[in-house]
């Protein structure tokens, strides 16, 4: 496995924050995401790791939502920073 080149730099610069940051978080969940997706595009029938990809899925949408509540500034520049798309939070 092979991890982005972007991951480490980004992590460098939360190094001096807590591991367990919400931040941190999303960033391991989105290199974990990448790694699967790169995994399935080899390996197309591989179903239980489709079922953990959408789990994974499913814990950053719902660290994503709660961050956009807790800080949007921060929100957006951390979807900035990891080209990730913003989603419909429900109200």
């Known amino acids: 496995m092979v991890k982005n080149s972007f ?35 080899l390996h197309r029938k ?7 990809l959408r789990k994974i899925l499913g814990k950053r949408q719902r660290l ?3 961050f956009a509540k807790k800080n949007r500034v921060r929100y957006k520049e951390l979807i900035n920073r990891l080209d990730i798309r913003e989603s419909k939070t429900k109200n």
């Open 7 to 41: 991951i480490p730099v980004i992590s460098q610069e939360l190094k001096e924050e807590n591991k367990g940051s919400i931040e941190f978080q999303i960033l391991n969940f989105t290199n974990k995401i990448q790694r699967l997706t790169s995994h399935l595009e």
């Open 64 to 66: 994503l939502s709660y």
């Open 46 to 52: 591989d179903y239980l790791s489709q079922r953990g």
